[in-house]
T-cell receptor
Framework: DQQVKQNSPSLSVQEGRISILNCDYTNSMFDYFLWYKKYPAEGPTFLISISSIKDKNEDGRFTVFLNKSAKHLSLHIVPSQPGDSAVYFCAARSSGSARQLTFGSGTQLTVLP | DTAVSQTPKYLVTQMGNDKSIKCEQNLGHDTMYWYKQDSKKFLKIMFS???????INETVPNRFSPKSPDKAHLNLHINSLELGDSAVYFCASSRGLAGTYEQYFGPGTRLTVT
């Protein structure tokens, strides 16, 4: 029973277009959501986050949207660049004292030149 | 000047052996973690230490034992290795508790048990 799901294992997008990566969660106690990016043979690196009290957070080309009623968040990358090709992990923080992160299984984004 | 380093990067061993994976961070962080990335690619928390004290201990077999000699190191010792232990293990650190502060990950250790 995975509490954070990324149902698309892969996504291909043309350079310059928008990339939309999706994530669904089931636990209403999650209060903070994060996106991590991972290149091959490297560890994940933090990309962007959003608090559950907000519905949008923007940082340059990256925007995360949160729809709490649907328990859904998405990461938009505009415009997509070949260097964005990586695996993107969605993660959610539980509101308990331990504050642990639950990760999804990742989506491989390929940006085609 | 790698922020979070793990050794070894690759580890191939036979069933029944005991092995250790080392992790060091030079960021001055108080909290360190071990994650396991399984065959389905999920990153699952195994352990978390804050100031050398265990604060998260998920349901992992007691063959796995973390050891934190100081705040900069969190090693993972695995006894009696089994085939199902094959995975990529990531160490991470953060200034404080996860989610509140960004986590920095090491490059991972690919463990293969034959």
């Amino acid at each position: 029973d995975q509490q954070v799901k990324q149902n698309s294992p892969s996504l291909s997008v043309q350079e310059g277009r928008i990339s939309i990566l999706n994530c669904d969660y089931t636990n209403s106690m999650f209060d903070y959501f994060l996106w991590y990016k991972k290149y091959p043979a490297e560890g994940p690196t933090f990309l962007i986050s959003i608090s559950s009290i907000k519905d949008k957070n923007e940082d340059g080309r990256f925007t995360v949207f949160l729809n709490k009623s649907a328990k859904h968040l998405s990461l938009h990358i505009v415009p997509s660049q070949p260097g964005d090709s990586a695996v993107y992990f969605c993660a959610a923080r539980s509101s308990g004292s331990a504050r642990q992160l639950t990760f999804g299984s990742g989506t491989q984004l390929t940006v085609l030149p | 000047d790698t922020a979070v380093s793990q050794t070894p990067k690759y580890l191939v061993t036979q069933m029944g052996n005991d092995k250790s994976i080392k992790c060091e961070q030079n960021l001055g962080h108080d909290t360190m973690y071990w994650y396991k990335q399984d065959s389905k690619k999920f990153l699952k928390i195994m352990f978390s230490y804050n100031n050398k004290e265990l604060i998260i201990n998920e349901t992992v077999p007691n063959r796995f034992s973390p050891k934190s000699p100081d705040k900069a190191h969190l090693n993972l010792h695995i006894n009696s290795l089994e085939l199902g232990d094959s995975a990529v293990y990531f160490c991470a650190s953060s200034r404080g508790l996860a989610g509140t502060y960004e986590q920095y990950f090491g490059p991972g250790t690919r463990l293969t048990v034959t």
